[in-house]
Nanobody
Framework: QVQLVESGGGLVQAGGSLRLSCAASGRTFSSLALGWFRQAPGKEREFVAVISRSGGYTHYADSVKGRFTISRDNAKKTVYLQMNTLKPEDTAVYYC???????????????????WGQGTQVTVSS
């Protein structure tokens, strides 16, 4: 089992920045591919970003490319999402996801991760 706990959400003005964190426990952190998803009110959950076990590969949704950066610190067992130039349409609950299967990067990217956090609210005011 893997436990994921997100933090760092909040209220920010458009154009501002936030950094989300997701702390993992329960499995060897380096075996996990990790990602971020978000869900706005009345909308389906959508992919935001994913990072490979080594941190060497990342992939982003087109809507956040160039503004968001995913990273990981294996020593701290934490994955981050740095969000810059935030827009009102980025308002959502953000979820951390993880998987440790052999194709974890794709599994997470495709929304089929085995492990999910409880979410943290990000609100961007115009």
């Amino acid at each position: 089992q893997v436990q994921l706990v997100e933090s760092g959400g909040g209220l920010v003005q458009a154009g501002g920045s936030l950094r989300l964190s997701c702390a993992a426990s329960g499995r060897t952190f380096s075996s996990l591919a990790l990602g971020w998803f978000r869900q706005a009110p009345g909308k389906e959950r959508e992919f935001v970003a994913v990072i490979s076990r080594s941190g060497g590969y990342t992939h982003y949704a087109d809507s956040v490319k160039g503004r968001f950066t995913i990273s990981r610190d294996n020593a701290k067992k934490t994955v981050y999402l740095q969000m810059n130039t935030l827009k009102p349409e980025d308002t959502a609950v953000y979820y951390c996801a993880a998987d440790d299967d052999g194709f974890g990067f794709v599994t997470v990217r495709d929304g089929r991760a085995n492990y999910w956090g409880q979410g943290t609210q990000v609100t961007v005011s115009s």
